[in-house]
Antibody, heavy 112, light 107 residues
Framework: QLVESGGGLVKPGGSLTLSCAGS????????MSWVRQAPGKGLDWVGR??????????DYGTPVKGRFTISRDDSKNMLFLQMNSLTTEDTAVYYC?????WGQGTLVTVSS | DIQMTQSPSTLSASVGDRVTITCRAS??????LAWYQQKPGRAPKLLMY???SLESGVPSRFSGSGSGTEFTLTISSLQPDDFATYYC?????????FGQGTRLEIK
C-alpha cells in the first residue's frame, strides 16, 4: 500500500514537501509517480521517478517543471515531492502511485 | 505534450447497457494506453493497460481496444458499480497525460 502525508494549507509563493510511504511491494524496483486532482477537476500527472536500476531519473508535467522535485529514499521505502513557488492553481489532492497501487491522497490548499 | 481527448464527456446509460468510451491521442502512442475508473472521493483504479490488457481482478465485462491514436473502452453490460468517471492516460512518452474524463451516469 501507499500512504501520503504532508498536505496542508500554504500561502502563494510558499513551499511544501509531501511524503509517500510504501509497503507490501519491492519499493526499490518501482517507478513511482505523483498525480494530482484539483477540486472538481480531472487527473493531472505531476511526474515520476524511475527505479535506481533504471537510472533513477525524473520526469515532470509541464505545469510543475522547474518548481517541483521528486526524490526517493529506497532505504526507507519513501517517495517525496518538494513543491516550490506554489500558486492557487496547485491546490489539489495529491496521490502517489505505482500501478496498480494508489495512495489515498493528501490535500494541498494554496491560499492567502 | 501529447493531448488526450475523450468522448463523450458525459454518458447516460442504464444497467445492462453496452457502452463505449473513446480516447484519441494527438500523436501515435502505439499501445501505451491505460484506462482508470474513479469514484467520488476515491483514488483512481487501474482497469486496463497496454490498451487491451485487463488488470488482475477487473471484471471481464471491461475490454479495451485500439492502437496508434484511437482507443476505446467498452463495458459489455453495465452494472450498478460501474457508474463512475473514466480516464485514459498515455504513457508512450513523457510527460504522461490524461484525458479529461468521461462521467458515466445512470439514465
Amino acid at each position: 500500500q501507499l500512504v501520503e502525508s504532508g498536505g496542508g494549507l500554504v500561502k502563494p509563493g510558499g513551499s511544501l514537501t509531501l511524503s509517500c510511504a510504501g509497503s507490501g511491494f519491492t519499493f526499490s524496483d518501482a517507478w513511482m509517480s505523483w498525480v494530482r486532482q484539483a477540486p472538481g477537476k480531472g487527473l493531472d500527472w505531476v511526474g515520476r521517478i524511475k527505479s535506481k536500476a533504471d537510472g533513477g531519473t525524473t520526469d515532470y508535467g509541464t505545469p510543475v517543471k522547474g518548481r517541483f522535485t521528486i526524490s526517493r529514499d529506497d532505504s526507507k521505502n519513501m517517495l517525496f515531492l518538494q513543491m516550490n513557488s506554489l500558486t492557487t492553481e496547485d491546490t489539489a489532492v495529491y496521490y502517489c502511485n505505482t500501478d496498480p497501487v494508489w495512495g489515498q491522497g493528501t490535500l494541498v490548499t494554496v491560499s492567502s | 505534450d501529447i493531448q488526450m481527448t475523450q468522448s463523450p464527456s458525459t454518458l447516460s446509460a442504464s444497467v445492462g447497457d453496452r457502452v463505449t468510451i473513446t480516447c484519441r491521442a494527438s500523436q501515435n502512442i502505439n499501445s501505451w494506453l491505460a484506462w482508470y475508473q474513479q469514484k467520488p472521493g476515491r483514488a483512481p483504479k487501474l482497469l486496463m493497460y497496454k490498451a487491451s490488457s485487463l488488470e488482475s481482478g477487473v471484471p471481464s465485462r471491461f475490454s479495451g481496444s485500439g492502437s496508434g491514436t484511437e482507443f476505446t473502452l467498452t463495458i459489455s453490460s453495465l452494472q450498478p458499480d460501474d457508474f463512475a468517471t473514466y480516464y485514459c492516460q498515455q504513457y508512450n512518452s513523457s510527460p504522461l497525460t490524461f484525458g479529461q474524463g468521461t462521467r458515466l451516469e445512470i439514465k
